[in-house]
């Protein structure tokens, strides 16, 4: 079971400063709320009412993916649970569920696996806000960890996630950990 959890969703010794990336998003949708929903991809209503990212002219309008990148940084600090998605435990693609869930009205499955499975591939210059990272960590031969990106300043790329030994937490691309099992980037916006 260790080992599956060391596999699942990958760390990083260095952490990016939480008071870098604290966000003043306020919950305001229960889990209860979406019981046995099945998973439309995304509301009607939402699709005509909310921009696409690559739709959205000037970058200071507040967008879906300012949204979404917002209510995950409220679970900044929260410890990893394998399986976990809420703030007492929280696994990297438990993150990402309920950020697109809670933020979006967008629902994906349940695994990372699967979540690399939804959207469109995008290469790393065209990497923004709201995109999705895809890892293979620990020699895995399948995508096993997920993060949201939360900047991209001129190739600098730094995304929130889920990690074993340190929880919640925003690490960078360059770091040589996460550069090495990097496998691709989605745009789910």
Same mark, same amino acid.
Request: proline share 2%; with cysteine; net charge positive.
């Given at each position: 079971m260790s080992l599956f959890l060391m596999t699942a969703c990958g760390s990083s010794k260095k952490q990016i400063a939480k008071s870098s990336y604290e966000s003043n998003y306020k919950r305001n949708i229960s889990k209860n709320e979406y019981k046995g929903v /099945?998973?439309?991809?995304?509301?009607?209503?939402?699709?005509? %009412?909310?921009? /696409?990212?690559?739709?959205?002219?000037?970058?200071?309008?507040?967008?879906?993916?300012?949204?979404?990148?917002?209510?995950?940084?409220?679970?900044?600090?929260?410890?990893? &649970?394998y399986g976990g998605i809420s703030t007492k435990g929280i696994d990297c693609s438990g993150l990402v569920y309920q950020s697109f869930l809670n933020a979006a009205d967008i629902f994906l499955p349940r695994s990372s696996r699967e979540i690399a499975k939804q959207g469109q591939r995008i290469k790393l210059k065209q990497i923004y806000k709201g995109d999705l990272v895809f890892f293979k960590t620990n020699s895995s031969r399948y995508i096993n960890h997920i993060g949201i990106v939360v900047e991209n300043k001129a190739?600098?790329?730094h995304f929130i996630? %889920?990690?074993? %030994? &340190?929880?919640?937490?925003?690490?960078?691309?360059?770091?040589?950990?996460?550069? /090495?099992?990097?496998?691709?980037?989605?745009r789910i916006l």
């Amino acid at each position: 079971m260790s080992l599956f959890l060391m596999t699942a969703c990958g760390s990083s010794k260095k952490q990016i400063a939480k008071s870098s990336y604290e966000s003043n998003y306020k919950r305001n949708i229960s889990k209860n709320e979406y019981k046995g929903v /099945k998973s439309p991809v995304i509301t009607e209503e939402r699709e005509k %009412s909310t921009p /696409k990212i690559s739709e959205v002219k000037n970058r200071s309008e507040k967008t879906l993916a300012d949204e979404v990148v917002e209510y995950a940084k409220t679970y900044l600090g929260t410890k990893y &649970q394998y399986g976990g998605i809420s703030t007492k435990g929280i696994d990297c693609s438990g993150l990402v569920y309920q950020s697109f869930l809670n933020a979006a009205d967008i629902f994906l499955p349940r695994s990372s696996r699967e979540i690399a499975k939804q959207g469109q591939r995008i290469k790393l210059k065209q990497i923004y806000k709201g995109d999705l990272v895809f890892f293979k960590t620990n020699s895995s031969r399948y995508i096993n960890h997920i993060g949201i990106v939360v900047e991209n300043k001129a190739g600098d790329i730094h995304f929130i996630h %889920s990690s074993t %030994s &340190q929880g919640v937490m925003v690490s960078q691309l360059k770091e040589a950990y996460w550069n /090495k099992a990097f496998v691709e980037a989605r745009r789910i916006l």
